[in-house]
């Protein structure tokens, strides 16, 4: 009876959630490395082909501009797109895909991106804090190269993934005010109210309420996420998070104690993004899929947990098998 009322408790779980495939979009002829959503559904797009595309809610392009390298990272705010490119530029977009301007930003700089009101931070064996008009106000040595990085509460937090750790620098200052160094490369990192995420290998779920000093609260293994793949997406008001383990070939979906609630075998998945309802998938062959979360409404959560730590293990021992993964090298 133990085992049925287990089957049966972990069936109701998996299938929480579900997904419905809305539209494709398949232009770009290479990987998908990093994706970002406006508030009101425009999908930044930034590929391995050299390009930046946006594209509506419905799936319809609104706009592109290629360049002379990778689109190696993607950001939002302020009804602006901004794409870093490793030919040494950001690329700004308006949020109706009409293409703006460029600013360069240096070959320290070209790796990573995060806008916040009208500015962004730009990272690579640097970080520099500029203003949409180019203005640098701060530029700080973080050791080795970064490959995500996300603007939260003042702080920036850069995943430095030839470091293996997370570096926390002063928005205001940009000095280096914390680091959490890991077993494996960091090479992703996303935050939603009072939680930080990264991805070492392993994802890993930190409260921020002292912004400056993240407390973990769980990390799961198991998990084949490298670098160059900007994972994972919280979903509106921070309930679930999704991650495309593009090394099991997995989309899988925690919520924010730790429980594995939701995962698809999808072939060459690199990384994701959620909106609303939406979660938008991409592939290593410039696929996109955009997806309706079924059976989810968006709502907002409390800002502390108490994590499970007991339930996953079955499910993640499911659900994963290793594949192994090709990692791109920066030229």
Known sequence: MRALAAALLLLAVLHALD??????????????????????????????????????????LLGKECGGGIMAGAGYSNRVFGFVNTDDYVYLFKEDGTFWKKIEVGDSHDLAIALFGNAFVACDYYCAKYDFSGYKYWDTGVGDYVEDVVVHKGYVYAANE???????LDLNTGEIVNEIGY??????????????????KELYVYDISDPANPRLLWNRSRLGVGGNEHTPAFSPGCKYIAVADNGNNMLKIFDINGNLVYFKRMEGIWNVAWWKDRLAVGYSNGKIEMYRVVRYTPQPVSTTTTPNTSEISAVALAAAFLVPKLRKKKE
């Open 183 to 200: 077993d494996y490369p960091s090479g992703s990192v996303n935050a939603c109210r009072n939680y930080l995420a990264v991805i070492a």
């Open 162 to 168: 030839g470091g293996k750790k997370l570096q926390i």
């Open 19 to 60: 997904l419905k495939l809305l539209w494709t979009f398949s232009e770009p002829n290479n990987a998908i490395e990093d994706m970002v959503f406006s508030p009101n559904g425009n999908l930044g797009i930034a590929s391995w082909d050299n390009c930046a595309y946006i594209v509506d809610p419905n799936g319809n």
